[in-house]
């Protein structure tokens, strides 16, 4: 997978979330839910996208890991939503899945570029 195809990938995990937290209820700790939700997903691409204009190894990296936590905040954060039972975990598994593969895949991003970094 390239790093357009990446990026393009983690794009469409938070747009998928936008459609979903469009279905979520209009309640306090929903709405609390829905931001924390939606700031993850979006910040796992936007550093993914910063990560691959980095102009050192070092930058690239720290932003490589950045991208990894937000992502996994993300896939918490829908099993949060699965535990409340605000969507229906069937609506939510599929996402849940791409959002840990996504998970996997830049935790390799990760070990590949510090293995690079020793050679």
Do not use: H
């Not at 050192?56 to 409340?84: A, N, P, R, T, Y």
């Not at 939510?92 to 895949?105: D, P, Q, T, Y």
């Amino acid at each position: 997978m390239t790093s357009k195809e990446l990026l393009e990938r983690l794009k469409q995990f938070a747009y998928r979330v936008v459609k979903l937290t469009r279905s979520l209820p209009n309640s306090p700790e929903a709405n609390i839910i829905k931001g924390q939700v939606l700031r993850s997903s979006f910040s796992a691409a936007a550093n993914y996208r910063s990560a691959c204009k980095a102009y050192s190894k070092k930058l690239f990296s720290s932003k490589l890991g950045i991208s990894l936590e937000e992502m996994d905040e993300s896939v918490f954060w829908l099993e949060v939503i699965s535990d409340l039972e605000l969507i229906k975990k069937e609506k939510l598994s599929l996402l849940i899945v791409e959002g840990e593969e996504l998970c996997k895949i830049l935790a390799k991003s990760i070990i590949t570029s510090k293995a690079r970094s020793k050679i």
